[in-house]
């Protein structure tokens, strides 16, 4: 991801050889004097194919992600890399940090306990 021609992050995206899990690695680049961060996401394969396309449940976070309550949304940040505030109401809310311009993420309830999660760069699902 590029931000005004600045590298931000890089992420390489791996795929099992049997296509039931996906792997993603985030290396940031933070803003001056912050240290580089890296963090892998990896997650479960619930539908659709072959390869990356499909509908995907996250199953593990390795690095340091911060979830917090906020009046009736919460606080997602991704600790030296970006975060958003946001409501589960499934509008977009503005990331902010080492990712592209015009970042968002949404969130929407869809239980007591469950929620779904949506990345996207300028309106369009990453």
Do not use: H
């Not at 993603?24 to 072959?50: H, L, Y």
């Not at 499909?54 to 997602?76: A, H």
Request: with cysteine; charged share 25%; aromatic share 8%.
């Amino acid at each position: 991801m590029k931000r005004d021609g600045e590298l931000l992050s890089v992420i390489e995206t791996t795929v099992s050889p049997d296509g039931t899990t996906m792997s993603n690695v985030i290396k940031a680049t933070p803003p001056p004097g912050g240290p580089p961060t890296e963090s892998t996401n990896n997650f479960a394969r619930v539908a659709g194919g072959p390869g990356m396309f499909g509908t995907w449940r996250m199953s593990e976070i390795e690095g340091r992600l911060q979830i917090e309550p906020s009046g009736d949304g919460v606080i997602f940040r991704w600790v030296d890399f970006a975060e958003a505030t946001c409501r589960f109401d499934g509008r977009d809310c503005p990331l902010e940090g080492a990712v592209a311009a015009g970042s968002t993420m949404t969130l929407r309830a869809t239980g007591p306990r469950n929620f779904e999660y949506q990345d996207k760069t300028r309106g369009k699902v990453r």
